[in-house]
């Protein structure tokens, strides 16, 4: 299967404008040859903290319906993830339609600290059972924690990712902005690795694209954020085929990817380990503290403003 990914150059909360993007993108894909298109998390709107990205939720119309019709009309199946308000939450769902109008689904589990802030917890379906095979589907920092490897493991022949994985800003703490080439690099590895534990071939889908949010939760001051990491295609032992940096042009990789549908030896992750990757300390910190008070905001802010 030819299989192209979208390094997206996003417009922050322009989910009309992402949308025509990814309509030329889906276009100038199937013109090569695809026959699935993925686009990164958060294609319809990008990340940063910004009340602008509440009101994307509400005041466009659901990009599902554009996606549906664009499977059908171009004949290609498309995947990727936005905020999708369900009538009670907003949830950060991965979408893979296809031509006939099957969509499978799946939301992200656990939002990543101050996404939090608008969007709440998903489910553990990780593994979607479809047409073309057990597709799974890891986004941003779902690909660096073994709980996920745990519900794919020896079920999936080949993995849908996608990030918006942000970065350190000039407001961060030194420790963090210390960080940037560990950060940089473990966005980059986060799929590689993947590939290298499940033994199939992963397709990563990144934006080429710097947001300016607020601080949180004050949202009192700008912050300029770069989306780290790199669109990429990985086959099954870990090798990149092609790739796109962060800081490279936008526009798509592709490539023919083969994986089998057989069943799959079961592998035992002999591991206690939460997190793949090894983790500095301040991450490990602001991942249990922050997480508590992102998910409150959402419960006292963006909540009610979706519900009203």
Partial sequence: MKIAAVHMDTILADVNANMENVKKRIEEAVKGGAELVLFPEFFTTGFAFTPKLLEAVLKYEDPQIKLSKWAKEFNVIIGGSYL???????????????????????????PTIFEHFCYTYGDKNNVLETPIGNIGVALCWEQVRYDTVRRMVGKVDLILAGSCWWGWCSDDQKELQNLSKEHQDMAVNAPIELAKILHVPVIHASHFATFEGLNFPKGDKPQTRTIMGATQIIDETGNVICRRLYNEESGIISSDIAYNTLPKKVELIDTAEYWIPKMPLIYLKGWEMLNPLCEGYYQKVSKPYYNK
């Fill in 84 to 110: 999708k308000f369900n009538g009670e939450d907003t949830l950060n769902t991965f979408s893979l339609t296809f031509p006939d109008g099957q969509v499978f689904t799946h939301s992200k589990d656990i």
